[in-house]
Structures are given as C-alpha cells and as structure tokens.
C-alpha cells in the first residue's frame, strides 16, 4: 500500500522474477532513455523480420534475443503459431520466459512525465499494480482503493474488500493516443495530454480494448491467454493481435476471477503509425470486431476449466464454432490458439531449474 | 464536445430545465459560496426536522421550501414514504420538480478547487455529463471519449460509438472521502487529496455505491427509481438512502440501455459526520448489504417493462419476496417503493403548465 513514485526504489522491485519484452526491428537506442529503470531487469528481445539483420542492443543491458529462425528452431512445426512480420511475435517472449511477471513495451515508447515533471517509472508503477489487488465485483467510485489516501467509499460491501489477484496491468499513453486507422485519418493532431491519476479495475462482465504498447501480466495467473493471435505475413488482419489477446484474457481472468487493471502508468507515445498503411491492416477487423465482441461479451466457460489453458482451449472451440462462420480466418486461428497452448506446456512444463538451464544451454541465439 | 471548464458560461446551461435540491435542517449560509453559480437556478429546499424552524435563504435566490408539514399535506397518507429526520426527505424534491434535469448537494458541500486553483463550477460539470452520452457496453481506455482531446480508442466497437443516453452524473468529493463509520474509526484523519480529470461511465452490469452528496439526474429518463428509501425517524436504518437509489437506478438504466457516469466534478466536503452516530445508524445495513448487493446483482427485469415506473414496480416485489426474508423492514420498504410511485404519478400525471399554476396556488409553502 506504499505511494506510487517515480522515484527509483533502492533495490528494484522484483529483479529476479519479472522479465521485459520488447518486440522490434530495428536498433534498440530507445533504451537508452529506459536505463536507469530497465538496467536491472533481464530483458527478452523478439526480432521480428529478416533474421540476418543485427538488431543493436546498447552496452550494460542483460538480453536474451529471437530472430525467427530461433523461433522456427524452438518451436519446429508449432512455430507456425507465431506470428511473422507483425508484433504479435512479441508473445513468444511470453512463452519462453521463466518468469513469474511479464512486462511488455514497444520501441517507440520513451519515458513520459508526470504532471510535477517527474519522470515516470512505468516499470514500477505496473508491479505495484500486478502486487496489489483488484477490485473487478463491485465498483468503487475513488478509484484504487489500496492506493494510500484511499480506501472503499461508503456501501462498498466488506466480504469483497479483500479483492481479487491481479492479472493484468494496462497501462496508457501521452502524446500520440492508440487510435485505429479512420480516428488517425480524421484526427491526425489530436495529442493525448491528460494525465488522469487513477488506476482502476476493469469490472467482471466487462470488457475493453487492451493495447499492447505498455502492459504488464503475471504469467503464471494468465500467461497461456496472451496469445496475440494470427497477424501480419500471410494473414488477412494486423494491428488486432493485443486485441485478441485482451478479449481473451478478460473472458477467463473474468472466469477465473482474477482482475485486470487499466490506468497508470503512461509511456510516452513517440510517433503516430502510418494510418494509410493501419487501414489496409485493419479493415477487416474493424468489420469483424462487430460480431467478435458479442461473441466474447455472451462467452461462457464451464466449470471444470479450472486451469489457464483448459480455459484457452475451451475458448478455442467456440471460436472454431460460433466465429467459423464469420470467415474461414477464425477456423484457423483457433487452430493456432491449440498449438500455442501445446507450445506453451513443452516450454513451461520443465521445473524452473531445468528451464533455465536449457535456455542457457541453446534456448537463445544471442544472450549477454 | 465542448471542453469542460470551470469559468461561467454566459448564458447557465439549463437554466429553465433544472432545478437544484437541498436537504437541510440549517440556515443555508453555503450558498453564499455557491452563489455565481446556483443563482441563476431555481432551488427546491427540502427542510428536514422541525417544520416550525426557520431556514434562513440568502437574498436573491430563486427557491421553493417545504418542511415536514407541507410535506403530509400534499401527499395525503402517501407522505409515509417519505423519510422524516434523514437527508433521505431530499426525495420529495426530486417529486415536486418540474423540470427535466436535478441537481442535488449537500448543505456541507462548498466549491472545490481544481489543481490551477480555480473554481469549480460542480453544476455546469454535472450538466456536460448529461447532455453528453454514455458508454456502458464497452470500456473506453481514455475515459470519456466524447471530451475534447480523447476519442475511442483502436479496438473500440464503431456500432458502440454513438453511445447510450445518460441518466446520471455522480460527482466526487475533496476533502473529506464518504467513508462509512467503520473506516471513518480507523481513518480519522484521512483526506480525500487526489484530483482525478477522468469521467467514466461505469458498465452495464456493475454496481457502484452511489452518493447522493454530490448527484445529478435526468428526471424524465430515471427520476421515478430515485427514491432514497425509508431511513431516519422509526426505521431501523440510515445513510443507506443513496445506496438504496443507486442500487435500484443502476439496475433500471441497465434495463432501459441507459447510462451512469461517475469523476468530475470535486465538491468540497467540509465536515466529516460523527463516527459514532454514524455507525449506529449504518450497522445493519453493513450487515444487510453483504445480501441486497448479491441480490441486485442477479435481478433481472422482464422485458415487458419498457417504463422506469414498471421497472421500480417490478423491482419492489422481488425486494417484498427476497429480501423479505432478510429482514421485516424490507416489507415495509417495498410498500413504501409502491407509494413513491403513486405519489410520483399522482403529482406528475398534470402537463407541466398545469403543474405549476397548481404548484404556484400552495403546492410550497414559502415560494420567493
């Protein structure tokens, strides 16, 4: 219940058990800005694109990095699960992680300022979210009720005031707002400049648009539900990949009854994406997205998937079922979801010793 | 979309379409700091407690008053649903009113500061979050999308965007947080210091604890679920009253497909009530309310009732019939829900013209 600060902590919150992941393609000089927030924590680098380009991660951070023909090496015919020529590549990260949290930033992001002029530690903002509790069953009007200076108003019921575990940790962005392809048409100045000073649980039943610029999770409560689905190379859809992804997660962290918080802390969102080239990216999933979410808001999971990935599979049925019909697309991104559920567990099925020994013994092409 | 201000707009907004409701049971010098912006509003005064009691209005104010007498004679026997030695009477207000729009505070509420140190207008606030829709089916991660500077966000259902109508405005409070008596023992010294710029509809499907220090609602769409309930005077209960109205309001406009909003404006709460009053006062319904939630979480109400009126009718058997069982009172209570709505129709079934030549022939007692 410690004040959210920027200040750096003496030793960074959990340094050993939460890794970054960075999907790119090109030079890493944007962690330059991060160092003295990202410097302790190992960082998993997914190089999307030509695997013969060198991918330069500046001096003094610890890394490891995929190309896709790691990828490729790793996975064997599952690899075809992971996306190619899009940053939806960014969830083998999550796969190949030993780690108990995720956190996840793109390399257009740079550090934003809090309104004192501050800079803001994104990384540490994310943690206290993912360590403290949520509130997703009933509402409380002051927002974080764990935050200090706060705590549940009046008529807030005290059986639910334990809260629920934290899933997810959604983070926002100054400057350049995550828009679709038409709002960056008709809105190409439009600069995101509040700084709302909340952190809040999405509520169970409810869901939102998850962005995956700035996003934090704890993979052993959801890891196996951040698939970022089927994208880019070969696909008929981009730019939807954390949307699948949120869809997916709120519908079993809702199950599960684990929370999933939106708000603090924001990046620094540096440069708008070509909306020209969004909308070809986009076009059918801005169509899709009309029967994909009421498919998802009447979603039900039975009972007895008490587990992440019998949920995910569960989930992967009624897609083949109820979306196949939508478009072929969907047929074989549920397809897809069972192959990353069975990726998932021949990486993650080992101790967290072996794991690691493994990785080191030729999981990563370049580690420093 | 016009970007919310606290300056004074040239002409008021709504001026002849909202009134503004006060409980009290002192002279109303709180005005006085409200002054540049309530002036121009008609003030419906709501006095609690002794009818022979003078309350004094600072000059110049437009208002009506009525005290506990007027109150029995313009009801008849249906003044029983009106609660006696409670800010709960404040209902009667919102039954005498003739206009679309209320505004009710509290008499210990002045005007809040925004982070520049100017002035809020609270009212000109609450009156932008009714004219402006709702979002209730899907979470928009940038709050409000219709304020100047946010949008939708990429992901955000297009079908969705034109949003649902908006019933009502829940303001928040600077200063001293609406805590119950239980975490105003523990934290006495606790103040409400953070200034959040986010208004956020909360979704179809969630519960929130509504406070009624700081409310404003659109009486045409939701004013016959406002009622605050039996509290006070020879019930066993009190400072659920608002709790009661928003339970009820909440799962009515999620029926109906409306919207509740809840953030800006900040009033200044001055004085934090006596704990332990507070506490005798609350206890059973501290007791009590770990059921009623459960139980409007799952009410559902059937599709035949198309008007707010059917909807509370509707709602007040199900109280009778599942709650009933918790406590006697919630018997009474549900007879009570049952007169407020006769009451209601009886005093708005006249046009609006008739409606004030009566109200103008002795429906106040001190009209100035």
Same mark, same amino acid.
């Given at each position: 219940m410690a004040e959210p600060s920027s200040s750096k902590p003496a030793v960074p919150l959990l340094k050993d058990e939460l890794d970054i992941v960075i999907p790119t393609i090109r030079n890493l000089d944007f962690l330059e800005m991060w160092r003295p927030f990202f410097e302790p924590y190992h960082l998993i680098i997914v190089q999307d694109g030509d695997p013969n380009r060198t991918i330069k991660v500046p001096d003094g951070f610890d890394y490891e990095l995929y190309n896709r023909n790691d990828i490729n090496r790793i996975?064997? #015919? $599952?690899?075809?699960c992971i996306s190619f020529k899009d940053s939806a590549c960014r969830c083998f990260g999550y796969m190949v992680s030993k780690k108990k949290y995720i956190y996840t930033i793109d390399d257009d992001c740079f550090v934003a300022k809090d309104p004192s002029g501050k800079d803001i530690n994104a990384l540490e903002q994310h943690i206290k979210n993912l360590l403290c509790p949520s509130t997703p069953f009933f509402f409380n009007t002051? /927002?974080? #009720? /764990? @935050?200090?200076?706060a705590d549940f108003v009046r008529g807030y019921p005290f059986s639910l005031r334990e809260g629920a575990p934290t899933a997810v940790s959604h983070g926002l962005w100054l400057n350049i707002p995550d828009y679709d392809a038409p709002t960056q048409l008709v $809105? #190409?100045?439009?600069?995101? +400049? @509040? /700084?709302?000073?909340a952190v809040l649980t999405i509520p169970k039943g409810t869901l939102f648009p998850m962005c995956g610029m700035n996003l934090a999770f704890d993979r052993q409560l959801i890891g196996p539900a951040m698939y970022f689905g089927l994208m880019g190379d070969g696909q008929p859809i981009g730019r939807y990949d954390d949307m699948w992804a949120g869809w997916c997660v709120k519908v079993i962290c809702d199950h599960l009854g684990l929370g999933v918080k939106t708000g603090l802390p924001y990046i620094w969102h540096s440069k708008a994406s070509n909306p020209f080239v969004n909308l070809k990216k986009e076009y059918k999933g801005i169509f899709w997205q009309e029967e994909i979410i009421p498919f998802f808001q009447s979603a039900t999971i039975p009972k007895?998937? +008490?587990s992440v990935q019998k949920c995910y599979i569960e989930l992967s049925k009624q897609v083949k079922e109820k979306l196949g019909a939508v478009d072929p697309y969907f047929t074989k991104l549920a397809d897809a979801m069972v192959t990353w559920i069975e990726a998932w567990d021949e990486l993650n099925s080992t101790t967290s010793e072996e794991a690691s020994s493994k990785s080191a013994n030729g999981g990563a092409a370049a580690t420093k």
């Amino acid at each position: 219940m410690a004040e959210p600060s920027s200040s750096k902590p003496a030793v960074p919150l959990l340094k050993d058990e939460l890794d970054i992941v960075i999907p790119t393609i090109r030079n890493l000089d944007f962690l330059e800005m991060w160092r003295p927030f990202f410097e302790p924590y190992h960082l998993i680098i997914v190089q999307d694109g030509d695997p013969n380009r060198t991918i330069k991660v500046p001096d003094g951070f610890d890394y490891e990095l995929y190309n896709r023909n790691d990828i490729n090496r790793i996975l064997g #015919p $599952k690899a075809s699960c992971i996306s190619f020529k899009d940053s939806a590549c960014r969830c083998f990260g999550y796969m190949v992680s030993k780690k108990k949290y995720i956190y996840t930033i793109d390399d257009d992001c740079f550090v934003a300022k809090d309104p004192s002029g501050k800079d803001i530690n994104a990384l540490e903002q994310h943690i206290k979210n993912l360590l403290c509790p949520s509130t997703p069953f009933f509402f409380n009007t002051l /927002y974080d #009720p /764990y @935050r200090a200076g706060a705590d549940f108003v009046r008529g807030y019921p005290f059986s639910l005031r334990e809260g629920a575990p934290t899933a997810v940790s959604h983070g926002l962005w100054l400057n350049i707002p995550d828009y679709d392809a038409p709002t960056q048409l008709v $809105k #190409p100045l439009e600069r995101n +400049t @509040r /700084y709302v000073d909340a952190v809040l649980t999405i509520p169970k039943g409810t869901l939102f648009p998850m962005c995956g610029m700035n996003l934090a999770f704890d993979r052993q409560l959801i890891g196996p539900a951040m698939y970022f689905g089927l994208m880019g190379d070969g696909q008929p859809i981009g730019r939807y990949d954390d949307m699948w992804a949120g869809w997916c997660v709120k519908v079993i962290c809702d199950h599960l009854g684990l929370g999933v918080k939106t708000g603090l802390p924001y990046i620094w969102h540096s440069k708008a994406s070509n909306p020209f080239v969004n909308l070809k990216k986009e076009y059918k999933g801005i169509f899709w997205q009309e029967e994909i979410i009421p498919f998802f808001q009447s979603a039900t999971i039975p009972k007895e998937c +008490t587990s992440v990935q019998k949920c995910y599979i569960e989930l992967s049925k009624q897609v083949k079922e109820k979306l196949g019909a939508v478009d072929p697309y969907f047929t074989k991104l549920a397809d897809a979801m069972v192959t990353w559920i069975e990726a998932w567990d021949e990486l993650n099925s080992t101790t967290s010793e072996e794991a690691s020994s493994k990785s080191a013994n030729g999981g990563a092409a370049a580690t420093k």
